[in-house]
């Protein structure tokens, strides 16, 4: 039995909707730069104001909810001020704050441990 071949059409041009666009160039994703995961008390001036914890730290100028001897007056050179980020005024080895939650303070960072 003879076949029905399909019907052959003819190619079409379809107007040209569309005008040719030059595409922006892609950029690489930026990446904030991290806080590091351990950091030397003494010479941290970094702006984390939040414990390892998750408790906001309480202004060094203040003396609520609790009271301390660490005053920027009374340590000129620690960085310390009208703020709340983390510090190390009593050389302890790494930064962290009086908080204005249930624990009176915490660290900021993880302890630095050398190898």
């Not at 930064?95 to 960072?109: A, E, N």
């Amino acid at each position: 039995e003879p076949q029905v071949l399909p019907e052959v059409l003819e190619p079409q041009v379809l107007p040209e909707v569309f005008e040719p666009q030059v595409l922006p160039e892609v950029l690489e994703p930026q990446v904030l730069p991290e806080e590091p995961k351990c950091v030397e008390g003494e010479e941290y001036r970094g702006d984390v104001a939040i414990t390892i914890n998750g408790a906001t730290c309480q202004r060094w100028s203040r003396q609520t909810p609790y009271t301390h001897i660490y005053l920027p007056e009374n340590y000129p050179d620690s960085g310390l001020g009208d703020h709340n980020y983390c510090r190390d005024p009593s050389s302890e080895g790494a930064p962290w704050c009086y908080t204005t939650g249930s624990t009176r303070w915490d660290w900021c960072f993880e302890e630095c441990v050398s190898n």
